[in-house]
Structure formats: C-alpha cells, structure tokens
C-alpha cells in the first residue's frame, strides 16, 4: 500500500480541490493554526485558486473560527463543529490542565467569576482583544499580572465554550461569545460524537492506526477502540508491520502524477495528524538536518510524499524569498515540481517568488528566479 499516496489524496492535495475555507476546515475536521499564517496557507492548499485574502475574509466573517481544542492547541474549526467536538475534546485538556489551575490559584469560584466578566465585555457582538479582556479581569479583582494567569483564564473559558475567535482587529486577534459567533445546532450525544470524529479522521487522514489518532485527538485509546467500534463498517483495515491502519476503502484509488511537490507550512495536518510519521521520511536519515539546519523541518518540503527537506519565507514589499533546504539532490524534473510549488506559494500570497536551493547532500546552493 502506497500509504503516503493515499494521505495526499484523502487530505485534497493531490485530488478533488475544495472551494472555499469552510470546507477544507470541514473536511478535515479541525486545522492546526498556532501559526495564524501558516495555518491558511494549510488552507490554501486544498483548494482551487483561493488567496491568503480570501482565507482571512473567512476567518473575519466567521465562517471559520479559531479556539483551543483537541490536544489542546489552536485549531481552526467550523461553526457547525465547535460544540460538538469541544464537548468531547475539552475535560481532557480541562483535565490536563487542572495542575497548571491550581498553580495559578484558579479555582471554580475565580473561574466562575472570570467568565462573568468575560461575558459582560463580549456580551452585544463587541470583540475584545487579549488585552481588554486581562485589562477588565484585573478590574475587577481578578490579577492577570502574571501573563500565565490570564492565558488559562481565557482557555478556561474556550474549552468550556464560552468564547472563541473574533474577527482580527489590524493584526491583533479579538475574542467574542461563541453563542453570538456559531448559530447552535442540534447536539450530538458522547458517542455521537467519537463516531463523527473518528470517522472524520481515517475518513481524512487514513491509512492511519489508532496510535494516530489518540495523538491528533488527544483521546484515550478506550475512546479510540470504542470509536472504530461503532464505524468499523465504513472503514477497511490492513496490517503493515505488525501495526493496523484504517482507511475508507471507497477512497483508495490515488491518481499519482510524479513528481509532485508542496511547501507545506508548520504544522500541516499531512504532518502534524499522526504519532507515526515514518511512512514519509524514508529519507530523513540522510543528513544531520537538526545540526546542519535546525529549522529547517519547521515548513517541510514533499516530493511524491515524503520529506526531502525545509523552506523558510521571507516577505519584502514586492515579493516574496523561498529558500528550499533539500536533504535529496533533486533532478530537473523535481526541481520544476519544486518551483511549480513555490509558485503556487506566490500565487496564494498575490506575490511574485525568488526561489533559491540548498543541498544538504554536498552544500552546494543553487538560486532560481521564477
């Protein structure tokens, strides 16, 4: 089985494009976006022609919403999916993060209180930012000169589903009240719900185990076993040393053209969504890459699927500097994938690419202007 194949296609990079942020964020259940750029550009890549602009515009219209959610951290989530999926995904990292409460002397009565505030600044569509709302805690007698303090307040407050994103003000990030953000849906029980997101899951990033999942999920492997229980019946299964992937069967059937290659950004769900990356680093072993380059597995490079390096941007006025430090030497073909691929990068950000290569294999730099 060509595992990596098949995650391209399952994960719209290769095949069947979405069109709009909504659905890419929809398909694949939630996206990782600690990184608020790299994050839409993960976006961009699924889709069919859509800009950085048009991403952002989403983001402002609440189309998509960005909270604490999963392992935890941020993700970008649909509307129709965030209640849902924080009521399954939020009392482990409540739980997990019940030491840190405790440290910071948040018990339920401050927590309480803290949510009363943060519903009165928010309350009538206002979007506050970070600092108002720490600014109005501390008003109120709730210290938040400790910068952690006000952190776990606010996550508290996510995880419960009380807040979530607002639309960005200039380049600062805003909260508002999850109930005037997302229209509410019809709730879905417990299991409703591990079924959804298990099947969400393999449905988008399978072959995959359950290892996987628990990682991407932060759920128990009770839940995970429980959760392919009750979709067994869409997925198939096969073992690949001595460990079992789930996939929807329906779904295998990669066109692959070759070569191809994506500038993938941090975190990118391809990634990122698994404990069990080696089915794309087979050739990973052929530099020292965290001494040579540390970051250089921070945006990663794909060819064919697996990993034959690290890009870093650089954004000037007019355009915008690609470097591409590669642990394969690329032939003339796959140099083309690359730079087809930085040109993408370029078309998504509405700017023209310089695109310059590094070889780890004999450090050697070779510059390219497209």
Not at 96 to 103: E, P, Q, T, V
Not at 156 to 163: K, R, T
């Amino acid at each position: 089985m060509d595992i990596p194949a098949y995650r391209l296609q399952n994960q719209r990079l290769t095949q069947n494009k979405l069109d709009d942020p909504a659905q890419v964020v929809g398909w694949l259940g939630a996206v990782q976006s600690q990184d608020y750029g790299g994050g839409r550009w993960a976006i961009g890549l699924r889709t069919t022609g859509l800009t950085d602009s048009d991403v952002d515009r989403a983001f402002a219209d609440g189309s998509i919403l960005r909270t604490h959610l999963l392992r935890p951290t941020w993700h970008f989530v649909t509307p129709t999916d965030i209640r849902w999926m924080l009521r399954l995904t939020g009392p482990r990292v409540q739980q997990a993060n019940s030491s840190m409460y405790r440290k910071l002397e948040l018990d339920a009565a401050v927590l309480k209180r803290s949510r009363s505030v943060l519903e009165k600044m928010l309350r009538d569509h206002h979007q506050r930012t970070r600092v108002e709302l720490t600014a109005a805690l501390h008003k109120a007698g709730i210290p938040t000169d400790d910068l952690l303090r006000g952190t776990y307040i606010i996550m508290h407050a996510e995880l419960e589903g009380v807040i979530c994103s607002g639309a960005r003000r200039g380049k600062q990030f805003t909260y508002a009240l999850l109930e005037e953000r997302a229209p509410q849906v019809k709730a879905l029980s417990r299991d409703e719900s591990l079924a959804e997101l298990v099947k969400r899951y393999f449905l988008t990033r399978g072959p995959a185990t359950l290892q996987d999942f628990c990682m991407w999920s932060g759920l128990t492997m009770v839940d995970a076993r429980n959760g392919i229980d009750m979709v067994k019946s869409k997925f198939a299964s096969e073992e690949i040393n001595g460990q079992t992937y789930w996939f929807a069967e329906t779904e295998l059937s990669p066109q692959k053209t070759t070569p191809a290659a994506f500038l993938l950004p941090n975190y990118d769900e391809y990634f990122i969504g698994f404990r069990d990356r080696s089915a794309i680093g087979k050739f990973l072993g052929q530099a020292n890459i965290q001494k040579d380059d540390p970051s250089l597995l921070a945006n990663i490079i794909i060819l064919d699927g697996q990993v034959i390096g690290g890009w870093r941007r650089t954004l000037k006025k007019n355009e915008v500097l690609v470097e591409a430090s590669l642990i394969k030497k690329p032939n003339e073909s796959e140099v083309k994938a690359i730079s087809d691929a930085a040109e993408q990068f370029g078309r998504f950000l509405e700017l023209p690419v310089s695109l310059s290569f590094k070889e780890h294999t004999d450090g050697q730099r070779k510059t390219r202007s497209l």
